[in-house]
C-alpha cells in the first residue's frame, strides 16, 4: 500500500511556474512508476507526465511537452512536476499516481493503483 500527498499547488499568472510535489509512503517507492495526471471542471482526467522508477525514463503528455519536467527523488520518496510558461489550460486539479506493475511507462488512467487527493493549480489569463 502507497500513500501519496501533493502541495505545490495554488494559483498564478499565466506565464508563470509552479513546481507540485507528491510524497510517498512506504519502503518501495523506488519501484514504483510514477504519473502525474490532471482533471478540469467536466473533463476526463488527462495524462500529464511519467517517470521510471531510477528517474532514467520520463513520458509527457503532447500538451506539456517542452513546459514541464517531471523529476523524483528516491531518497526523499518523492516526485515533482515542475510546471513553466503555464497557460489558463493548465487549470485543474493535479494527481500523482503510482503504478506498481506495468513494464513500461503508462498514459492511461486504470494503469496506476495508488492515487493522491490531488492539488489545485489554476492559472489566470
Known amino acids: 500500500q502507497v500513500q501519496l500527498v501533493e502541495s505545490g499547488g495554488g494559483l498564478v499568472q499565466a506565464g508563470g511556474s509552479l513546481r507540485l510535489s507528491c510524497a510517498a509512503s512506504g519502503r518501495t517507492f523506488s519501484s514504483y512508476k510514477m504519473g502525474w495526471f490532471r482533471q478540469a471542471p467536466g473533463k476526463e482526467r488527462e495524462f500529464v507526465a511519467a517517470?521510471?522508477?531510477?528517474?532514467?525514463?520520463?513520458s509527457y503528455g503532447d500538451s506539456v511537452k517542452g513546459r514541464f519536467t517531471v523529476s523524483r527523488d528516491n531518497a526523499k520518496n518523492t516526485v515533482y512536476l515542475q510546471m513553466n510558461s503555464l497557460k489558463p489550460e493548465d487549470t485543474g486539479v493535479y494527481y500523482c499516481?503510482?503504478?506498481?506493475?506495468?513494464?513500461?511507462?503508462?498514459?492511461?488512467?486504470?494503469?496506476?493503483?495508488?492515487w493522491g487527493q490531488g492539488t489545485q493549480v489554476s492559472v489566470s489569463s
Open positions: 517517470i521510471s522508477g531510477s528517474g532514467y525514463f520520463t
Open positions: 499516481a503510482a503504478d506498481r506493475a506495468s513494464q513500461n511507462l503508462r498514459v492511461g488512467v486504470p494503469s496506476y493503483d495508488y
